[in-house]
């Protein structure tokens, strides 16, 4: 005993003198089977499991000693059992392993400025028209070139006062709904469009016009028209009647009718949501009496009346009438809200990060420092002559990766790693393009580097213990848990289950364990008074119930009675001296 606790103190030491959990941690603790435990892996478990105030106590680390070495025993016979080799257990490993690393593939720093860039973007509004010369993703670099040379134009000539914007957005853009408008896109805010538009919208200053923007779309150039202060989000109910755009007169004059006639209504005082529920052909919101979900500038952008419509309305309650493309609207203002703290937002903010493709600017990042912290390396030779390999079947699908089998000359190394145009045939092969036959060259360029980008992530992914042992400690933590449940389920729950012999005589052998001692069930009535006393006992050999009587005595007196039941053991009050059913004298408790 006198060695065990001299161990136990130089392990306590050991363990305060280490900072953190090393994943190749020269100091073993312990074998269990053919498994080595490191002193770095007891002590995040130790410390991890208890508290703050069991640690405290002298004996914590003796304690958690045993519950440690019962534990990888259970696991070791997990192993020696190859329940770490099933297809569920590596299932459900690899699932927890890809749910714990995403947020570490990720720049944290990168995406922290998003969210902070699109709670800051949220607080101002930008009113704005732009013009778009529409142009694929994947397209060629001579159309990316005559359409980036068409938008150059347009601008000059705008720049020179040869035409207006208006007039050039309705004659020249590609995006034909804000075309008829003169290019207007009215307001938006923060994360209301797509994020290379955004960016430069909101540097741009009302009265100028931006250069050309590139985005998924095509090319852009942006007039802003007016930046103020956001105006929060606003929740409004509406009773809307149908038009058509080739509707009769007769029939507009009809319509525009009965929509003054229900406004008038609901300018009487009658319940919005019951008409709303009667007259509306919103069919969606009608059943909820109109109600829309909330919205902020720009989320109605194309039904532009309505929105200036709603965000007139200055108190809740307020109601107006318009017109739109889809009819005639009643709004009633249902309620306001101010841009919230950054605090409140935060959360919400981040999952539609998360959802938006800017939030590739993070993924980007990380890219760029797995590159540089493993040396990342190119050869474009080696990428010119793949592309020498790509003819007019890629573009229908038919292209073989075995044009490139043998072919190992490294596209780009990194740790020390090469990655082969043969490995790059395997992912094109899988990829392959549609459309007119654009060249070999055109092809590389497009998936190259999404390939690139592909692999160095796995990279990363695939070193995460190697570079942060919080992370190798979660996973292996997690490991031995489904391990010792499995193990513990196979040679006990599971096997109890199916051992019915075995389960009979267990029971046999232990069956009054646990057995209460005799007992009686009994009502303890507690009287103030003698004459209270024998009141109950009438009433009890009538046979009333407990509440009617504690309701007949404590009526005339508050307080004269009081009545408890419980369960007694032999010699546990006077109560058990008693035959069933019979009544004990004044004063004592049965």
Same mark, same amino acid.
């Given at each position: 005993?006198? $060695? #065990?606790?001299?161990?136990?103190?130089?392990?306590?030491?050991?363990?305060?003198?280490?900072?953190?959990?090393?994943?190749?941690?020269?100091?073993?603790?312990?074998?269990?089977?053919?498994?080595?435990?490191?002193?770095?892996?007891?002590?995040?478990?130790?410390?991890?499991?208890?508290?703050?105030?069991?640690?405290?106590?002298?004996?914590?680390?003796?304690?958690?000693?045993?519950?440690?070495?019962?534990?990888?025993?259970?696991?070791?016979?997990?192993?020696?059992?190859?329940?770490?080799?099933?297809?569920?257990?590596?299932?459900?490993?690899?699932?927890? #392993?890809?749910?714990?690393?995403?947020?570490?593939?990720?720049?944290?720093?990168?995406?922290?400025?998003?969210?902070?860039?699109?709670?800051?973007?949220?607080?101002?509004?930008?009113?704005?028209?732009?013009?778009?010369?529409?142009?694929?993703?994947?397209?060629?670099?001579?159309?990316?070139?005559?359409?980036?040379?068409?938008?150059?134009?347009?601008?000059?000539?705008?720049?020179? +006062?040869?035409?207006?914007?208006?007039?050039?957005?309705?004659?020249?853009?590609?995006?034909?709904?804000?075309?008829?408008?003169?290019?207007?896109?009215?307001?938006?805010?923060?994360?209301?469009?797509?994020?290379?538009?955004?960016?430069?919208?909101?540097?741009?200053?009302?009265?100028?016009?931006? +250069?050309?923007?590139?985005?998924?779309?095509?090319?852009?150039?942006?007039?802003?028209?007016?930046?103020?202060?956001?105006?929060?989000?606003?929740?409004?109910?509406?009773?809307?009647?149908?038009?058509?755009?080739?509707?009769?007169?007769?029939?507009?004059?009809?319509?525009?009718?009965?929509?003054?006639?229900?406004?008038?209504?609901?300018?009487?005082?009658?319940?919005?949501?019951?008409?709303?529920?009667?007259?509306?052909?919103?069919?969606?919101?009608?059943?909820?009496?109109?109600?829309?979900?909330?919205?902020?500038?720009? #989320?109605?952008?194309?039904?532009?009346?309505?929105?200036?419509?709603?965000? !007139?309305?200055?108190?809740?309650?307020?109601?107006?009438?318009?017109?739109?493309?889809?009819?005639?609207?009643?709004?009633?203002?249902?309620?306001?809200?101010?841009?919230?703290?950054?605090?409140?937002?935060?959360?919400?903010?981040?999952?539609?990060?998360?959802?938006?493709?800017?939030?590739?600017?993070?993924?980007?990042?990380?890219?760029?420092?797995?590159?540089?912290?493993?040396?990342?390396?190119?050869?474009?030779?080696? +990428?010119?002559?793949?592309?020498?390999?790509?003819?007019?079947?890629?573009?229908?699908?038919?292209?073989?990766?075995?044009?490139?089998?043998?072919?190992?000359?490294?596209?780009?190394?990194?740790?020390?790693?090469?990655?082969?145009?043969?490995?790059?045939?395997?992912?094109?092969?899988?990829?392959?393009?549609?459309?007119?036959? $654009?060249?070999?060259?055109?092809?590389?360029?497009?998936?190259?580097?999404?390939?690139? $980008?592909?692999?160095?992530?796995?990279?990363?992914?695939?070193?995460?213990?190697?570079?942060?042992?919080?992370?190798?400690?979660?996973?292996?933590?997690?490991?031995?848990?489904?391990?010792?449940?499995?193990?513990?389920?196979?040679?006990?729950?599971?096997?109890?289950?199916?051992?019915?012999?075995?389960?009979?005589?267990?029971?046999?052998?232990?069956?009054?364990?646990?057995?209460?001692?005799?007992?009686?069930?009994?009502?303890?009535?507690?009287?103030?008074?003698?004459?209270?006393?024998?009141?109950?006992?009438?009433?009890?050999?009538?046979?009333?119930?407990?509440?009617?009587?504690?309701?007949?005595?404590?009526?005339?007196?508050?307080?004269?009675?009081?009545?408890? !039941?419980? +369960?007694?053991?032999?010699?546990?009050?006077?109560?058990?001296?008693?035959?069933?059913?019979?009544?004990? #004298?004044?004063?004592?408790?049965?």
């Amino acid at each position: 005993m006198i $060695k #065990r606790n001299i161990f136990l103190v130089s392990l306590l030491s050991a363990l305060t003198a280490i900072s953190s959990a090393q994943v190749n941690d020269p100091q073993i603790l312990m074998t269990v089977g053919n498994q080595s435990v490191p002193v770095s892996e007891f002590k995040a478990m130790y410390y991890n499991n208890l508290s703050k105030d069991s640690l405290k106590n002298p004996k914590a680390l003796d304690n958690y000693m045993k519950l440690f070495v019962d534990f990888r025993l259970k696991v070791s016979a997990a192993i020696d059992a190859h329940l770490d080799t099933t297809a569920s257990f590596k299932q459900e490993m690899t699932e927890y #392993r890809d749910k714990l690393a995403e947020p570490k593939m990720r720049d944290t720093m990168v995406e922290n400025q998003l969210i902070k860039e699109a709670y800051e973007r949220t607080k101002w509004d930008i009113k704005a028209e732009h013009i778009l010369i529409r142009l694929a993703p994947d397209a060629s670099p001579a159309d990316t070139l005559a359409a980036y040379k068409k938008i150059t134009r347009i601008r000059e000539k705008i720049l020179k +006062k040869d035409t207006t914007f208006e007039a050039a957005a309705t004659k020249y853009s590609d995006d034909t709904y804000s075309a008829t408008k003169g290019g207007s896109l009215g307001y938006f805010t923060g994360m209301g469009m797509v994020y290379p538009f955004e960016s430069v919208a909101y540097v741009t200053k009302p009265g100028e016009i931006s +250069k050309p923007v590139r985005t998924q779309f095509g090319y852009h150039i942006i007039k802003v028209i007016d930046k103020k202060p956001d105006v929060g989000q606003i929740e409004v109910a509406h009773i809307m009647i149908r038009t058509t755009a080739n509707m009769k007169p007769a029939d507009s004059i009809r319509i525009k009718t009965k929509a003054d006639s229900i406004f008038q209504l609901v300018q009487q005082g009658q319940d919005f949501s019951e008409l709303a529920k009667k007259y509306s052909q919103d069919q969606y919101t009608a059943k909820k009496g109109g109600v829309l979900p909330w919205f902020g500038a720009g #989320r109605m952008a194309k039904v532009p009346e309505f929105e200036s419509a709603s965000f !007139g309305l200055k108190k809740v309650g307020d109601v107006a009438e318009v017109k739109t493309a889809f009819g005639w609207h009643i709004i009633k203002l249902e309620g306001k809200k101010p841009i919230q703290p950054f605090d409140s937002v935060k959360d919400e903010i981040t999952t539609r990060i998360m959802k938006d493709p800017r939030s590739e600017a993070a993924v980007d990042a990380l890219v760029g420092e797995v590159k540089k912290q493993y040396n990342f390396k190119e050869f474009p030779e080696a +990428k010119k002559e793949f592309a020498s390999w790509i003819d007019e079947s890629f573009y229908k699908g038919k292209w073989s990766a075995d044009k490139v089998k043998g072919h190992t000359s490294p596209l780009f190394s990194l740790g020390g790693m090469n990655y082969t145009q043969e490995d790059f045939a395997a992912y094109a092969a899988k990829n392959q393009l549609n459309g007119d036959d $654009k060249g070999g060259e055109h092809a590389v360029d497009i998936l190259y580097p999404k390939y690139v $980008k592909q692999e160095v992530l796995k990279f990363k992914k695939d070193h995460l213990e190697k570079e942060d042992p919080k992370f190798a400690d979660m996973l292996l933590q997690y490991r031995d848990g489904i391990l010792l449940f499995d193990i513990t389920d196979q040679m006990v729950w599971s096997k109890a289950l199916k051992d019915t012999a075995g389960l009979r005589s267990f029971y046999q052998m232990h069956q009054n364990d646990n057995k209460w001692p005799e007992r009686c069930d009994a009502s303890v009535y507690t009287c103030s008074t003698k004459e209270v006393s024998k009141e109950v006992r009438k009433m009890m050999k009538e046979g009333k119930a407990d509440k009617d009587i504690l309701a007949a005595v404590n009526g005339k007196a508050a307080n004269s009675l009081a009545i408890t !039941g419980n +369960k007694y053991v032999k010699n546990d009050g006077g109560c058990y001296q008693l035959e069933k059913g019979n009544l004990g #004298r004044y004063g004592q408790r049965w």
